[in-house]
């Protein structure tokens, strides 16, 4: 039974297409990030939600943008695709915020060619 | 905001030797220190973490250090074994919500 699942778990596409991702937790957590992981394995943070609530959202593309329609989901819907927005986007939950650990998803590798 | 600095960037050992980790943060306001591992192709997973009112915490073979004064925290991992090679990410937040860190990573080999 997983905890934290992403949807897909690869995807490649061309340049200038939208896609999204999908990620959802059974865990009953309140938080729901979304990170990017680069080529070097460096995590950075993108957004959070909290309770549906948007409480972080870094400095990303406006072409990024995430969705939760309720706090066991957190969607990430990315418009005009670019090579450089090829990564693993990681999931992850935690309860009452980013100090009790978080809870990862498998990732989503993003191919743009 | 936060800034985590680790060191070394990769780190070879032999079988049955310990590994140490190093990672120092900025924001002296940071209280919890979590420390993950992540696998070829996994998922990053959480292996231990300390707060900042405790010094040290041990977990089995594992143990980390935090020196808040030197604003500096450590990843001790003993009696190393091949299944220990993977990335290690040491990560730093402050208040409730407040957003998790990571430092660049740490490559460990545990060779046979």
């Known amino acids: 039974d997983t905890a934290v699942s992403q949807t897909p778990k690869y995807l490649v596409t061309q340049m200038g297409n939208d896609k999204s991702i999908k990620c959802e937790q059974n865990l009953g957590h309140d938080t729901m990030y979304w990170y990017k992981q680069d080529s070097k394995k460096f995590l950075k943070i993108m957004f959070s939600?909290?309770?549906?609530?948007?409480?972080i959202n870094e400095t990303v593309p406006n072409r990024f943008s995430p969705k939760s329609p309720d706090k066991a989901h957190l969607n990430l819907h990315i418009n005009s695709l670019e090579l450089g927005d090829s990564a693993v986007y990681f999931c992850a939950s935690s309860q009452v915020g980013g100090d009790y650990g978080y809870t990862f998803g498998s990732g989503t590798r993003l191919t743009v060619v | 905001g936060e800034n985590v600095e680790q060191h070394p960037s990769t780190l070879s050992v032999q079988e049955g030797d310990s590994a140490v980790i190093k990672c120092t943060y900025s924001d002296s306001a940071s209280n919890y220190f979590p420390w993950y591992k992540q696998e070829l192709g996994k998922r990053p997973q959480l292996i231990i973490d300390?707060?900042?009112?405790?010094g040290e915490k041990k977990d089995q073979r594992i143990a980390v250090t935090l020196n808040k004064t030197a604003k500096h925290f450590s990843l001790h991992i003993t009696e190393t074994q091949p299944e220990d090679s993977a990335v290690y990410f040491c990560a730093a937040s402050g208040t409730s919500y407040d957003k998790v860190i990571f430092g660049p990573g740490t490559s460990l080999s545990v060779i046979p």
């Open positions: 300390i707060r900042s009112n405790v």
């Open positions: 939600y909290n309770n549906k609530e948007l409480i």
